[in-house]
Structures are given as C-alpha cells and as structure tokens.
C-alpha cells in the first residue's frame, strides 16, 4: 500500500500564476479531505469529499480556491490566482466507511513569491 | 474553536511511559474521540480513537473517563521518535449529520535522552 500520494512535494510559484496540486488517495478509500496547515492558523480542513461529491466546502477560502475529484483515485486543488498569503503546506488525506482514522499524504509545501 | 483543551507542552524521559491528557467535556453522545500526532515536515498520523471503552494497539493505549468528558493517551514505552505533536479531536463519523472535524494546536511532546 503506497499509502495517499500527494504532488508535488515543493513548489515554489510567483504571485497570480495558476497552482494545481495533486492527490491520489488510497485505493478503496471513498473520502478525501483537503487540509491547509500554517504556523498561524493550525491544520484547517478545506473541503471533504464523500464518494467524489463535494460534501463540505464551507473551509475554502475564497472563491481563487477550487477542488475537484473526478473519479475515485484522484483529486486536485486548484489556486487562480495565488497570493503569497496561500503560502502553506497543503495536506490530502483519505478515508473509507470501515475506518475511522484518516490517513494523510506528505503534503505539498507551497510557496508564492 | 476546536472541542477539545490540551496542554500546550510536555517532556517525558526516554524509555518512560508518556501520559498525554485530554479534556473534551462538551462531547456528544455520537462523537469519538481521536488521537493524531505529527513529528515535524511529516503529515499528521492516526493513532487511536474509541467511543467509550478503553482501547489499545501496537502504538498507544486510550484511556476514557466513565462520563467521556476526558481522556488520556499512553504511550507506553516513549522513544526519541515519539517526540511530536499530537491532536485530540472529538468528531462524529464524517456521514454523521453533526461531522465537525476541528483540530486543535495539540501537544508537543518531547522525549528527552
């Protein structure tokens, strides 16, 4: 199992440029959850998907923010355009209806110049 | 505001047993309570959860009190790589009608030589 597999690891973006971040999460997992975490704000949870249908999106910042899942194995999450304040590490995790605990990738630590 | 009150620090000498406390008195009768830890650049990891017995695996035991209201994580033999982060969170399943996953800033727990 390779586990929830997240791309890029680093990137590093000037500001206004598109950014487009990866996740393919564990086979047979039918939740996935975007987090952002920052020294200021701790882990906050973005969006969550259930069977690839947005289920809540009420933690997506504004509407620069958007994500998709359009199939079981894979999700993105998109900044158009980016500002340096989107500067995080951006988490992807997955979980499925017979376990509880999520199981979160390495992260995309991104930066906007 | 996360559920959940934690303390902000903790030291435990190696080879020791470390006791990580938990308050979370406004639980609901629905909502589990979780344990994640973090160790530094790496994503959150899952550790435990139960609902009201005590539980135990390979990496930790959960200890809850009769009413819920508080719970402690033992970590029973500590290791210098068990210096990390680590999240209570109380949170009903995500297809619950109350799903609310809140993180907290957690304990950073430091095994020292």
């Known amino acids: 199992d390779a586990g929830v597999i997240q791309s890029p690891r680093h990137e590093v973006t000037e500001m206004g440029q598109e950014v487009t971040l990866r996740c393919k999460p564990i086979?047979?997992?039918?939740?996935l959850f975007w987090y952002r975490q920052t020294m200021m704000r701790g882990l906050e949870l973005l969006i969550y998907?259930?069977?690839?249908?947005?289920?809540?999106d009420s933690g997506m910042p504004e509407d620069r923010f958007s994500a998709k899942m359009p199939n079981a194995s894979f999700s993105t999450l998109k900044i158009q355009p980016s500002e340096p304040r989107d500067s995080a590490v951006y988490f992807c995790?997955?979980?499925?209806?017979?376990?509880?605990?999520?199981?979160f990738g390495s992260g995309t630590r991104l930066t906007v110049v | 505001d996360a559920k959940t009150t934690q303390p902000t620090s903790m030291d435990c000498a190696e080879g020791r047993a470390a006791n990580l406390p938990c308050n979370h008195s406004?639980?609901?009768?629905?909502?589990?309570v979780y344990w994640y830890r973090q160790i530094h650049s790496q994503g959150p990891q899952y550790i435990i959860h139960g609902l009201k017995n005590n539980e135990t695996n390979e990496m930790a035991s959960l200890i809850i009190t009769e009413d819920r209201k508080s719970s402690t994580l033992i970590l029973p033999h500590a290791t210098l790589r068990d210096t990390a982060v680590y999240y209570c969170i109380v949170s009903a399943r995500p297809m619950d009608s109350n799903y609310q996953l809140i993180w907290g800033a957690g304990t950073k727990l430091i095994i020292k030589p």
């Open positions: 998907f259930n069977n690839n249908v947005p289920i809540d």
């Open positions: 086979s047979g997992h039918n939740s």
């Open positions: 406004t639980i609901s009768g629905n909502e589990y």
């Open positions: 995790a997955s979980s499925g209806d017979r376990t509880h605990g999520y199981t």
